[in-house]
């Protein structure tokens, strides 16, 4: 938010960061957790999940390939920030489908079909 806004921000969030462990997705829970907010991590490697939980973030496992492994927890977030990508030559298409199920997901009550 830039200088000037009136926007409120409501305090206290929690939100899930996907790519978390990334040059921008690292600075984003660094941020949140700065402003307050319960952060959360999607972790694919144990790795990931390290340096999530060094930040003072929880984990949510999982993989940004495969969605429909953890998509059912999204609806405990407030937020979901979506800072991933996976460097292949599918990134397109995972980001589509990926963005495609957040959206179907966050837009029905409890995740509902």
Do not use: Q, Y
């Not at 993989?63 to 920030?81: G, L, Q, T, Y």
């Amino acid at each position: 938010m830039g200088a000037g806004t009136d926007m409120k921000v409501r305090e206290n969030l929690n939100i899930l960061v996907l790519g978390a462990t990334g040059s921008i997705g690292s600075a984003v829970v660094d941020t949140l957790i700065a402003r307050g907010h319960r952060v959360t991590g999607l972790a694919r490697s144990d790795a990931s999940a390290k340096a999530i939980t060094i930040k003072g973030a929880s984990i949510l496992r999982g993989d940004i390939r495969f969605p429909e492994k953890w998509m059912d927890s999204v609806n405990e977030f407030d937020a979901v920030a979506h800072c991933a990508i996976t460097w292949t030559e599918d990134m397109d298409s995972v980001d589509r489908i990926l963005v495609t199920r957040l959206i179907e997901t966050l837009s029905t009550p409890d995740g509902e079909k």
